[in-house]
Nanobody, 131 residues
Framework: QVQLVESGGGSVQAGGSLRLSCAASGYTYNTYSTVCMGWFRQAPGKEREGVAGIYTDGVSTYYADSVKGRFTISRDNAKTTLYLQMNSLKPEDTATYYC?????????????????????WGQGTQVTVSS
């Protein structure tokens, strides 16, 4: 049974940094290495939006325009863990952040921001940025 557990959320002032982690269980190193991973966020009253995605090898990465140059997604396949380094945080980054996993990597590059692409979701971690 696959489980994704996020951590690292919290409250920071604008301009600050946070690093989110997503620990995946139910995968071995080999199976986790075949799964594409991503980060989404949802603010109150807004739809869930894709923040960043990463291919199986950790080399190909994708970002929402709103976070390009500020956020960095990475993964450690040996630890079956996904990360999101968030720098220069803004109040508009305030949201619950979710990690997600999908085996449909053949559709990933064009469709990673589609919520329906993803097979598994974590429970979320809150990020609050104050001005």
């Amino acid at each position: 049974q696959v489980q994704l557990v996020e951590s690292g959320g919290g409250s920071v002032q604008a301009g600050g940094s946070l690093r989110l982690s997503c620990a995946a269980s139910g995968y071995t190193y080999n199976t986790y290495s075949t799964v594409c991973m991503g980060w989404f966020r949802q603010a109150p009253g807004k739809e869930r939006e894709g923040v960043a995605g990463i291919y199986t090898d950790g080399v190909s990465t994708y970002y929402a325009d709103s976070v390009k140059g500020r956020f960095t997604i990475s993964r450690d396949n040996a630890k079956t863990t996904l990360y999101l380094q968030m720098n220069s945080l803004k109040p508009e980054d305030t949201a619950t952040y979710y990690c997600a996993a999908t085996i449909r990597c053949w559709m990933f590059s064009a469709n990673w921001q589609w919520s329906t692409l993803w097979d598994y979701w974590g429970q979320g971690t809150q990020v609050t940025v104050s001005s």
